[in-house]
């Protein structure tokens, strides 16, 4: 299992930018499809986006299309997730999740049951 660290979180005001990190501990890295999912209060945890192990392929839920972008930097063990345009609706605690596969250019993982490594989570709070 890989050790995830989120960082990155903040409060901002609508219509600001952040950008989230997620630092992944081992040599492995480039072995695991990663994706960044959120939860706010009362509600379930929901797929945000995700990429290949490569970076040539990325999916993103309709809610953040256009607004947010995810990458990797396999060579510093990192993924992030550039967040424009934030709404106050994008308020949640972001969590960054790894998978292993053998798949290296496709991304198609959206469930939350799919991942097996978790961070703990970095809070984002948009105000209006």
């Known amino acids: 299992q890989v050790q995830l660290i989120e960082s990155g979180g903040g409060l901002v005001q609508a219509g600001d930018s952040l950008k989230l990190s997620c630092a992944a501990s081992g040599r492995t890295f480039s072995s695991y499809a990663m994706g960044w999912f959120r939860q706010a209060p009362g509600k379930e945890r929901e797929f945000v986006a995700g990429i290949s192990r490569s970076g040539g392929s990325t999916l993103y839920a309709d809610s953040v299309k256009g607004r947010f972008t995810i990458s990797r930097d396999n060579a510093k063990n990192t993924v992030y997730l550039q967040m424009n345009s934030l709404k106050p609706e994008d308020t949640a605690v972001y969590y960054c999740?790894?998978?292993?596969?053998?798949?290296?250019?496709?991304?198609?993982?959206?469930?939350?049951?799919?991942?097996?490594?978790w961070g703990q989570g970095t809070p984002v709070t948009v105000s209006s």
């Open positions: 999740a790894a998978q292993r596969t053998v798949i290296l250019d496709s991304y198609y993982y959206q469930s939350a049951s799919d991942f097996g490594s």
